[in-house]
Each structure stands twice: as C-alpha cells, then as structure tokens.
C-alpha cells in the first residue's frame, strides 16, 4: 500500500476540531448555532474519504464513531460523527453537557479501503484494519495497537475478536482482511 498522502493545514486541523467542538455544543444547545457545519475555509475539506471522531475524556475512551469509506463530504463526516460518537455509540450513554467541557477530540481521516495482499505486510501505527467473514466485521485504528502496545500478530488477532471472530481467523482464507492509512490529529 502507498504512503496515504492527504496532509492538512494547521488552518485546517483548527477548523476540524472546532467543527467536532460545534457539533456536540450545538446539540445540546441548537438556539447556539447552525442546523449543520459551516463552510469549510479549502476545497481539500470537501473530497470524499472517510473519517473517525474519537472521544475521551481523562485518557479514556468515551466514544468513537467513524464512517470508514467517503460517502459524502470530508468536513460533513466529521460534523456528522462528532455527534453519533458523543450521542450514539452503544458502548456508552450520551454525553452529558457536563462532560462537554472535559472531552478531548482525536479525528481520523481514513484513506481508501484496499485488500490486504499478505498479513506479513501490515505495519503497526502505519495500518488500520477490518476483518470480515460471515456476515462479521470489525475495524481498529492504526492508533489502537499503539495505545495497546501490540505487536503485529496480536493486532491482527484483536481485529478478529473486534468482528466476533476466532483469534486466529485472519490465517484463515475466508477471511477477508482490508487496511487502511490514517492521518490522526
């Protein structure tokens, strides 16, 4: 897989962050704000690829919702999943208006989804993964085996336990196995 060469401008990593901020604010306060994003300031924010939007608070994990391919516009997506990740993840309940003000944000901006050609060939902290068979699916950031101090193997594995799968499936030929690179900020 080619380096995934999408780089944003601190302009535009600002305004992201401030898009998720707005996103969730505006929720519990719509009088606040507009019913939707506003105009992102380039036309880099308007392609088409996927992004997650990830929520913690004190370190840890407090959501985290992301659509994986391009569906719509870039600066959407993010407006988009900021609030499904504060509202909708089924790992947690909603985000209070409390916790607004101690969540921290971490954006994803995912690169196309391609075959894995060799399991060999995945890189931690440079891949993110999905594994798929039998109707089950389960996705990990590049960041997770990182902040989890996997190696390789145990990324793999932890890919297949995300999707409901055996451990050791993605040895299996059934198994179809896609990656991906991100650009984390």
């Known amino acids: ?16 962050r401030e898009l998720v901020a707005q996103s969730i604010r505006f929720r519990f306060n719509p009088s606040d704000g507009p019913f939707g994003p506003p ?10 690829l996927g ?13 985290c919702i992301g659509n994986v391919q391009g569906s719509g516009e870039l600066f959407r997506t993010v407006w988009n999943m900021a609030r499904s990740a504060a509202f909708e993840d089924p790992r947690f309940p909603p985000l209070t208006e ?12 995912l690169s196309p989804l391609a075959p894995c050609p060799d399991p060999e ?27 989890w101090g996997w190696d390789r193997e ?3 594995a932890q890919t297949c336990v995300k999707a409901g799968l055996p451990q050791n499936a993605w040895k299996d030929r059934e198994t179809t196995i896609l990656w991906f690179e991100a650009v984390v900020f």
């Open 121 to 147: 060939q995945v890189e931690v902290g440079r891949h993110g993964l999905i594994m798929s068979r039998d109707g089950r699916s389960g996705l990990l950031l590049p960041q997770v085996p990182v902040e």
């Open 39 to 48: 105009e992102p300031p380039t036309a880099k924010l308007k392609e088409h």
């Open 98 to 109: 409390g916790e607004f003000h101690a969540v921290e944000y971490e954006i994803s901006i």
């Open 1 to 16: 897989m080619n380096d995934f060469r999408f780089e944003l401008t601190d302009e535009e990593k600002t305004y992201l």
């Open 51 to 63: 992004a997650f939007v990830t929520l913690k608070i004190g370190g840890s994990l407090r959501g």
């Open 154 to 156: 145990t990324f793999l």
